[in-house]
């Protein structure tokens, strides 16, 4: 896969979701396998060593469009933004219903046509298979309640927990979505099970003190 280098921004916050969770989904079986490989000359950081497996796995499988889409997400991930538009596209031209690429493609939308990158989302969490698709459920709710849509939201997130209720992300959207409803006990209720998971946050700390709460029920 060739391409121009041509670094452009994409939305930080559904990308930060991406980012976090997609590392885990596709990207460190990739690593392993590379690592193992010892190309010459060696990428000079995590992301060229990531780039470089997932161009190698799409070198050893040019139809797997799991493997075109985990190449994708990697260059999106480095900032090469048409690259991999390019890519997640060709990825998507193999299979249509492919799931990572469906989601990342909806990230690098949501700025120009949020309408589009909702259907995408929808179209990933439907494709992705169990305990993956609280992964475009949370982009999902996240985007829907950007566009003050919170009834829906409220419904992706709820997806999203049903799916994998371990994930902290889907909480803590779910109570961003019940604090807009004014429904402060379920807020605090849903940021208290965030915070279970991901103790540390700061961010779901300041939701729980601005809503007069501890981590602790």
Same mark, same amino acid.
């Given at each position: 896969m060739s391409g121009s280098s041509k670094q452009q921004s994409v939305p930080t916050g559904l990308l930060t979701v991406v980012v976090a969770l997609m590392l885990v989904v596709l990207g460190l079986g990739a690593v392993v396998v590379y690592l193992q490989l010892q190309p010459d000359p060696a990428p000079e950081t995590m992301t060229d060593l990531e780039i470089a497996s997932w161009q190698e796995t799409v070198d050893q499988n040019p139809d797997a469009a799991w493997a075109v889409a985990g190449l994708?997400?990697?260059?999106l991930r480095n900032g090469q933004v048409e690259e991999a538009r390019e890519t997640l596209e060709q990825a998507l031209e193999i299979n249509p219903d492919q799931w990572s690429a469906l989601l990342d493609l909806a990230v690098m939308t949501t700025g120009e046509d949020p309408e589009h990158a909702v259907e995408m989302l929808q179209?990933?969490?439907?494709?992705?298979?169990?305990?993956?698709?609280?992964?475009?459920?949370?982009a999902l709710g996240d985007l829907l309640l950007d566009l003050e849509r919170p009834a829906e939201a409220r419904t992706a997130f709820?997806? $999203?927990? /049903?799916?994998?209720?371990?994930?902290?992300?889907?909480?803590f959207g779910l109570g961003r979505v019940l604090? %807009? @409803?004014?429904?402060?006990?379920? $807020?605090? /209720?849903?940021?208290?099970?965030?915070?279970?998971?991901?103790?540390?946050?700061?961010?779901?700390?300041? %939701? @729980?003190?601005?809503?007069?709460?501890?981590?602790?029920?």
């Open positions: 994708g997400n990697a260059l179209r990933s969490a439907l494709s992705a298979p169990r305990e993956n698709k609280a992964l475009p459920y949370v709820e997806e $999203a927990i /049903a799916d994998n209720r371990f994930l902290s992300d889907a909480h604090e %807009a @409803l004014d429904d402060t006990a379920g $807020a605090v /209720a849903a940021y208290q099970r965030a915070a279970e998971f991901n103790p540390t946050s700061t961010e779901i700390q300041d %939701a @729980l003190a601005r809503l007069g709460a501890t981590t602790t029920p």
